[in-house]
């Protein structure tokens, strides 16, 4: 193995979860209830109905699963803090209940030399917050600054990486302009506002965590899906862009350039409002870091018929396709991250989710589970970081989606992403073969991926 082929010295290795897909209990020791919480128990939402009142029984089993945390060698987790948990209303009343929670989580994982990276926002806004309008109402940025103030102070000294919010595309476009993820609405006049209220709510939390002049860095994550025009043809290359500027410049570009890509007054129409200037001065603060969270790219086709955005993925059957119906392409995660690089002045980065979910074959108790899609996933995502690497990115560390099989949110638990299997009725935890080769690869600092 030659110099080239290792990681950079001290590159991060870690897993990634999220509060709601692997906690359960969600209204325990005094917690309020969130949108998740209304979603899933709204019958016809989630597939086969499931919720996740028991998920993972992380809340329960976080010790233990710290334990095998550290077994399997990993040196960073990242994991989400549940608001309501902490502000059961959203605001006002702190409960101190959730707070202890995380504050045990992290002194764990401390203790077994694991670094927390903790998200703020994964998804799960207090149920009281959607009765006020949830991102709808300008005031959230206010309220998220409040939820986030309280969190700094109480584990600002010990949590080494903060993430504000969790792919905003993610919450706006599938809580708000296609309805399939909560709050469930379907509005392209609401889903532009409920991003710029994410972006401000983003911008106040920073600003927030600078004035308590704390010293670990924080950053923002967002999803990337490079898109990649299916032909020449003009119409296509326009849908491509227009799809780049909706996925993935919609969120960037206010935050690192302090501005909105024109082409989303092109896809929005009469729906994209006219926002005051200054709320630019306060969604673009200093980071510390981006998140990238990548799982596939998009062939991109010009489609008057899809709504609003006009742009459809056009199928590479040539490729595998995950459980989830994404094409494999490790390649894209190479153009973006040096895609990301290239536009945003080369920022310090993190992939802050990478990974599939495959059909894994039924699980013997005791015996190894191979999974051998996902081994090659990730072995092939992995050489493709480290090509951005060698072609300049400043790339700082890797986080495999996920450490647990866990509520794949409308799809409940039928799709399977983890590194570690998940017995749901049990609840017992077996690594599979992914998370064998992924504790070799920490071991090694990627030099297995070589050999
Ligand atoms: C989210 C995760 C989700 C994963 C796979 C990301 O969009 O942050 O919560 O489970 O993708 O769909």
Known sequence: MTESYKFPDGFLWGSATSAYQIEGSPLADGAGPSIWERFA?????????????VACDHYRRYAGDVELMRELGMQAYRFSIAWGRVLPEGTGRVNP????????????????????????????????LDDRGGWLNRDIANWFAEY???VFRRLGDRVRYWVTLNEPWVVTDGGYLHGVLAPGHRSAFEAPLAS????????????????LNLKSPIGLVVNIEPKYAASQDPADVAAARRGEAYMNRQYLDPALHGRYPEELKEVFGEAWPDFPPQDFALIKQKLDFLGVNYYTRQVSKNDPNAWPVRVSGVKQKQHTHTETGWEVFPQGLTDTLLWVKNHYGNPPLYITENGAAFFDPPQVEGAVLEDPLRVDYLKKHLRAVHDAIRQGADIRGYFVWSLFDNLEWAYGFSKRFGIVHVNYETLARTPKASARLYSKIIATNGGVLFD
């Open 41 to 53: 128990h709204t019958p016809g939402r989630m597939h086969n109905n499931d919720t996740g009142d």
């Open 97 to 128: 209940g959730g707070l202890d929670f995380y504050e045990r989580l992290v002194d764990r994982l401390l203790e077994k030399g694991i670094q927390p990276m903790a998200t703020l926002y994964h998804w799960d806004l207090p149920a009281a």
């Open 148 to 150: 986030s103030q309280v």
């Open 196 to 211: 710029h209220n994410l972006m401000r709510a983003h911008g106040a939390s920073v600003q927030v965590y600078r004035g």
